[in-house]
Structures are given as structure tokens and as C-alpha cells.
């Protein structure tokens, strides 16, 4: 079975910093990999996608995201953060030709002093 | 609108008392999910569906149970919950793994 691990559980910037978050997965094959935002007391969403063709790919809020396959890893990126951007942010893999269930990494959170 | 209603929003029950959340999707999405949400565990799976009458355990099952009658509908129910159970709860729904998960809002239930 597939899994994810995010290394970082906090992690506290400010204003204007960049930001990178690890992701990292196990599983061999071929993935659906995504980056969930769960804002303060609100429901998960999508912020970016990978499933094929270009491994940087671009999201919502100005995230952007590498898949690099050699290293299983999915990091999150941006370069100036708001304090808007505080939350928690889930990395979330589906084996394709699985279940298509993703399975969930534990969660960054995010905190951005202004 | 496209998307996913849980209810209720918050529930406070006693150990023992069956319940049921109502989870619907007006996407006409095959694939539906649940998930149960704790600190520092992040979100886990607890069942899943591909399908009208097609369900399959996630990774945390026991206790709960779903069924899948209708394409639109997922509910969960709880047949003897326990403080255990005690979590924030989110349906999800998809139309292809390609595309990624649209939850709803969540179920904060509280079990004494």
C-alpha cells in the first residue's frame, strides 16, 4: 500500500518568506499526486494536481508544486507567503489503476506572522 | 452549485445511541470517501466507494459502517459510537483520481 510522509509538522514564517514544504511517497508505480489547504475551521481544498506531462505544476494562491520521481517527491512551493496562507496543508497520493482513494499525508501546518 | 452537503454540522451524542451522517453530492461523482480527521494523525480513511453498491474499507473501519444505495448519497453511520469515535468527519466525492477530492464542509461529532 501506498503512503506519504510530510516531514515538516510546523512550520511558523513571515510575511514575504518563501515557503517549501515536503512531501514524500512510497510506491513504485504510477501516481496522482495533489496538495490539499484546509484554512481555519474550514473544509479541504485542492490546490494543485499532478497526473502527468510537466512536473512543475502550477495551483491556485500562487503554490506550485515538483514531482520529481526519483526522489518520490512532491514538494510544495511559494515564494512570498501572506498571512493569508495560514493553515494546514495535506499531501495526498492515488495509485493510478488503484482505488483512487488518496491516501493522506499527516499535515503541515502553516502559520504566517505579518 | 457543485458540492458536497454533510449533516449535521455538529453532533453531540451518548456512547451507545446509533447515528448517521448524511453525506450527498450533486456532481454525479462515481467515487465517495470518508475520512476521519484527529491532531497530528491527519486526515485517515475509514470507507470508500466507486460505485452505486460498490464500498470497501479504508485504513481505520472498525465501528462504522456506509452503504451506497443511490449515486448521490453515502451515509455514515455509527452504530454503537464510543468517545473513541470522538472526531471531525468529511465526506468527499470525485468524478476521476485524476481530478482530485471536493469535501464537504465537515461533521464535528462528540461522543460522552
Known amino acids: 500500500a501506498q503512503s506519504v510522509s510530510q516531514h515538516n509538522h510546523h512550520v511558523i514564517l513571515s510575511e514575504a518568506a518563501s515557503l517549501e514544504l515536503g512531501c514524500n511517497y512510497s510506491?513504485?508505480?504510477?501516481?496522482?499526486l495533489f496538495w490539499y489547504v484546509q484554512y481555519p475551521g474550514q473544509h479541504l481544498q485542492l490546490l494543485l494536481k499532478?497526473?502527468?506531462?510537466?512536473?512543475l505544476v502550477k495551483g491556485i494562491k500562487g503554490f506550485e508544486a515538483e514531482f520529481i520521481k526519483s526522489k518520490f517527491s512532491f514538494n510544495l512551493r511559494k515564494p512570498s507567503v501572506q498571512w493569508s496562507d495560514t493553515a494546514e496543508y495535506f499531501c495526498?497520493?492515488?495509485?493510478?489503476?488503484?482505488?483512487?482513494?488518496?491516501?493522506f499525508g499527516r499535515g503541515t501546518s502553516l502559520i504566517v506572522h505579518p | 452549485e457543485a458540492q458536497v452537503t454533510q449533516n449535521p454540522r455538529y453532533l453531540i451524542t451518548v456512547t451507545g445511541k446509533k447515528l448517521t451522517v448524511t453525506c450527498s453530492q450533486n456532481?454525479?461523482?462515481?467515487?465517495m470517501s470518508w475520512y476521519r480527521q484527529d491532531p497530528g494523525l491527519g486526515l485517515r480513511q475509514i470507507y470508500y466507494?466507486?460505485?452505486?453498491?460498490?464500498?470497501d474499507k479504508g485504513d481505520v473501519p472498525e465501528g462504522y459502517k456506509v452503504s451506497r444505495k443511490e449515486k448521490r448519497n453515502f451515509p455514515l453511520i455509527l452504530e454503537s459510537p464510543s468517545p473513541n469515535q470522538t472526531s471531525l468527519y468529511f465526506c468527499?466525492?470525485?468524478?476521476?483520481?485524476?481530478?482530485?477530492?471536493?469535501f464537504g464542509s465537515g461533521t464535528r461529532l462528540t461522543v460522552v
Open positions: 468527499a466525492s470525485s468524478h476521476s483520481p485524476n481530478y482530485g477530492y471536493t
Open positions: 510506491y513504485g508505480g504510477t501516481v496522482n
Open positions: 499532478y497526473f502527468s506531462g510537466d512536473p
Open positions: 495526498a497520493v492515488n495509485v493510478a489503476g488503484g482505488s483512487y482513494i488518496p491516501t
Open positions: 456532481m454525479n461523482h462515481e467515487y
Open positions: 466507494s466507486m460505485n452505486v453498491e460498490v464500498t
